[in-house]
């Protein structure tokens, strides 16, 4: 049996089960984001690797069942992205130097709220199962993720999209290894292959990092001030910074802020709550100054958001 088979069968967000047959990455692509790849072309490899870059506009659509892997990079301006499996609700910022992950199989409801420039690579199932067979140590079943950082996740999948600039073979050798790579970093860091992978190199230890958060998501009043952030971790303010950058991707200040905002779409989604009385919960002093940091980080007001979601 594959390692990596298609064998979950996932809710969508009304509950129904998705469609059982399975679609090509391609096909299903071009349906959602209804618009044709800019680019495309093949891996000249035995699992039918293919590689597709995709510039589309807004969407809110359930992704059906597709019989390849996904994995992607952002390659335009930062946008968030909403994602609903069954239960589980993730949310991120597309942008340089982050990926996504989608799973073989699964289906899931996506919201983005503004244009993308995307590229995706399409990897089989019995690929990932041929990597995971040859490497050592007990597999999980793949994870999925959402606008996670992995820089180099993201350079490989972008110097797979450029041209080498060498002859034919040498460039299709070229982009078969870089695909390889691609293949065996994503069962290394979504399968739990190696357990030190999830471990940022160079970033906070996972309590730490853990204890941070938590203290900055805490509404007890307490001090939320870098250093005394630092002084917690035991790291001098310049430290706590690198490393906290490190292992999310994010500043503390921009952390802080994206769960702000994260909290503010989901106060958006109840229909009872009036604006004002959102941008007051979450510490605005005015409608205006939520207004302008919402739209700085959605691309649209927060009434205008609003009425894409309900």
Same mark, same amino acid.
């Not at 691309?299 to 309900?310: A, F, H, Q, S």
């Given at each position: 049996?594959?390692?990596?088979?298609?064998?979950? !069968?996932?809710?969508?967000?009304?509950?129904?089960?998705?469609?059982?047959?399975?679609?090509?990455?391609?096909?299903?692509?071009?349906?959602?984001?209804?618009?044709?790849?800019?680019?495309?072309?093949?891996?000249?490899?035995?699992?039918?690797?293919?590689?597709?870059? /995709?510039?589309?506009?807004?969407?809110?659509?359930?992704?059906?069942?597709?019989?390849?892997?996904?994995?992607?990079?952002?390659? *335009?301006?930062?946008?968030?992205?909403?994602?609903?499996?069954?239960?589980?609700?993730?949310?991120?910022?597309?942008?340089?130097?982050?990926?996504?992950?989608?799973?073989?199989?699964?289906?899931?409801? /996506?919201?983005?709220?503004?244009?993308?420039?995307?590229?995706?690579?399409?990897?089989?199932?019995?690929?990932?199962?041929?990597?995971?067979?040859?490497?050592?140590?007990?597999?999980?079943?793949?994870?999925?993720?959402?606008?996670?950082?992995?820089?180099?996740?993201?350079?490989?999948?972008?110097?797979?999209? !450029?041209?080498?600039?060498?002859?034919?073979?040498?460039?299709?050798?070229?982009?078969?290894?870089?695909?390889?790579?691609?293949?065996?970093?994503?069962?290394?860091?979504?399968?739990?292959?190696?357990?030190?992978?999830?471990?940022?190199?160079?970033?906070?230890?996972?309590?730490?990092?853990?204890?941070? !958060?938590?203290?900055?998501?805490?509404?007890?009043?307490?001090?939320?001030?870098?250093?005394?952030?630092?002084?917690?971790?035991?790291?001098?303010?310049?430290?706590?910074?690198?490393?906290?950058?490190?292992?999310?991707?994010?500043?503390?200040?921009?952390?802080?802020?994206?769960?702000?905002?994260?909290?503010?779409?989901?106060?958006?989604?109840?229909?009872?709550? !009036?604006?004002?009385?959102?941008?007051?919960?979450?510490?605005?002093?005015?409608?205006?100054?939520?207004?302008?940091?919402?739209?700085?980080?959605? *691309?649209?007001?927060?009434?205008? /958001?609003?009425?894409?979601?309900?």
């Amino acid at each position: 049996m594959a390692l990596f088979s298609i064998n979950e !069968q996932r809710l969508d967000e009304t509950g129904v089960k998705p469609l059982e047959t399975t679609v090509t990455p391609d096909r299903e692509m071009q349906r959602v984001l209804r618009t044709a790849p800019v680019e495309t072309f093949r891996i000249d490899d035995p699992f039918d690797t293919r590689l597709a870059r /995709w510039k589309h506009n807004p969407f809110h659509e359930v992704v059906q069942p597709m019989t390849d892997n996904v994995i992607m990079t952002y390659l *335009g301006a930062m946008q968030r992205l909403e994602r609903r499996s069954g239960g589980e609700y993730s949310t991120g910022m597309g942008r340089r130097g982050s990926i996504t992950f989608i799973p073989a199989g699964s289906s899931s409801r /996506w919201d983005i709220h503004g244009p993308m420039d995307i590229v995706q690579l399409y990897l089989s199932p019995q690929l990932l199962d041929r990597v995971a067979r040859e490497s050592a140590g007990a597999v999980r079943p793949l994870n999925e993720s959402t606008a996670r950082p992995d820089n180099i996740m993201a350079t490989l999948l972008e110097l797979i999209l !450029q041209s080498s600039g060498d002859p034919v073979h040498l460039e299709a050798l070229y982009r078969q290894q870089l695909a390889s790579l691609i293949a065996i970093h994503l069962v290394k860091t979504h399968s739990g292959l190696v357990e030190a992978a999830d471990k940022a190199l160079g970033g906070l230890a996972p309590r730490v990092l853990r204890m941070s !958060q938590e203290r900055l998501s805490s509404e007890n009043g307490g001090d939320f001030s870098l250093g005394a952030l630092a002084e917690a971790a035991n790291l001098s303010r310049f430290h706590f910074c690198r490393a906290f950058k490190k292992s999310t991707g994010l500043t503390p200040h921009e952390w802080l802020r994206e769960r702000r905002m994260e909290q503010a779409m989901a106060m958006l989604r109840d229909p009872f709550l !009036q604006i004002t009385e959102i941008a007051g919960t979450l510490g605005y002093a005015t409608l205006t100054a939520f207004g302008v940091a919402f739209k700085r980080y959605t *691309g649209l007001t927060p009434g205008e /958001w609003r009425r894409t979601v309900l």
